[in-house]
């Protein structure tokens, strides 16, 4: 008896039976339901999946040229950013920073922290997968007298060990952990090397001195998208997915995944373009076309100052699962602070509501006497070209004035404070004032650390960029 047609046609229904299952999902939906869906799919997944891209860069990439360390390693670097660190956007060019990238799925990762004199701000910021700022420590928060804390998984039950000043938990399994430490002037490197020396990295395991437990699966990462790619690629939906398994479903969003999961999208689906109809696939991108839509209306409120930048970074809590806030605040400065900690108000337009342009106009930012940026800790002002939102190369290598730089500042007759924003020198007479700019567009980030309650409410508001004629 001749069996191979049968098992020919066996075959044949078993692919095909394979196939349904990646392409169900995304049948039952109708092209103006999958645009909606995509559309409010790629604002949720934005954060996470530009959260993806750097973590790839810093922690899995051997190659990158600004690969940071593998995970549950720390790096530190021992100056502050330039024009050439470029994976994160809107970066400070005040703090030196250290970046660990903690895996939590095996046990928790206990981070030390040295003795650090009370002049000196540094601050330890805890980033969920989501880009949730969930915890602090540091002079804010924890203080300077150094101390061990432990941070776990959303699965670790163990009770607190002897000696760890305090439990912190996340929701997700990855987390990214951004150490800033104040850099006072140029001179002052070497201390801030040393206080970068004393942030020390154990497993659990090995801060107890017991056996290293079971390891989790290795993690068979897939290539990120580049920024530019996030764009418009429908494979922006495939890398949502894979950074989701180390997300378990938040309570609070278990029917909003269920309407993802029509269109493929979450934990453990698969969301193939290859199976999707034409029409599917442009109603996808249309919908991410729609996203970018809001997010513009989004900047404009920003724009006209009824929207801060600070209101686009927190906890999950503080963010009220406002998916375009969190969108808005990847795109424009992923990883940014939480209010309490620091503050930015940012500058896209000059007083007349024009977009900021050295290639057509000068201006400057006066502070009246007395009004100085509100802080316990420091305030800066930093320069950042657009389109790339990266800082600006320029002839006397200067990308911020900060308030170290106060005793070097030209004051104004009355003791108020003129900065100059131009592409050329404002003259010697006033260079120690000049922040210079790009050839072109530009944006300004004020960031206030650990801000005074004036700032915080209101009572305080910042000054206009204003064209000088």
Known sequence: MNTKPIIKSSLTVLALAVCSLHVSAQTDVTPTEARTIAKDAYIYGYSIVDNYRV???????????????????????????????????????????????????????????????????????????????????GSR?????????????????????????????????????????????PEDLDNVKKVQAGYKVQTLSQFLGKPTPKAAPAIDFINPLTPE???????????????LQFCPTHSSEKDLMARFAKLGIGAGKSFDEATLSLEIRKAVEDGMADAWKEHDRLMKRVDAGEVTASD????????????????????????GNSAE????????????GQKLDASKNRYSMRF?????????????????????????????????????????????????????VQKDSPGKDKESNWLPAPNGPFFLVMRLYWPKQDALDGTWSPPKAKKVQ
């Open 55 to 137: 973590q790839h860069a810093y922690f899995v990439d051997r190659d990158n040229p600004e690969f940071q360390a593998p995970w549950n390693q720390i790096n530190s670097t021992p100056r502050v950013y330039t024009p050439e660190d470029k994976t994160i956007q809107t970066p400070n060019s005040d703090t030196p920073y250290s970046m660990l990238g903690m895996d939590l799925r095996t046990e928790p990762i206990v981070l030390t922290l040295p003795v650090i004199d009370k002049s000196r701000y540094f601050s330890v910021q805890l980033i969920d997968t989501y880009t949730h700022n969930f915890a602090y420590l």
């Open 368 to 420: 009246a006497p007395g009004q100085l940026p509100p802080v316990n800790a420091f305030w800066s002002l930093t320069m950042y070209e657009l389109p790339s939102s990266l800082l600006t190369a320029n002839p006397i290598n200067r990308y911020l004035i900060n308030s170290p730089m106060l005793p070097d500042l030209k004051k104004d007759a009355d003791g108020g404070i003129t900065l100059y």
């Open 312 to 335: 686009a970074f927190g906890t999950r809590e503080t963010l009220k699962n406002d998916y375009l806030l969190r969108m808005a605040g990847a795109v424009g400065g992923i990883y």
């Open 141 to 185: 928060t924890t203080g300077h007298d150094g101390g061990r804390f432990l941070i776990a998984g959303p699965d670790w039950k163990g009770e607190k060990p002897e000696g760890i000043k305090a439990v912190i938990k996340s929701e997700t399994e990855l987390v990214f952990a951004i150490y800033r430490t104040q850099l006072i002037n």
């Open 341 to 352: 900690e620091a503050m930015y108000p940012i500058y896209f337009v000059d007083a007349t």
């Open 229 to 243: 790619q996030q764009r418009t690629s429908i494979k922006f939906f495939q890398i949502l997915n894979f950074a």
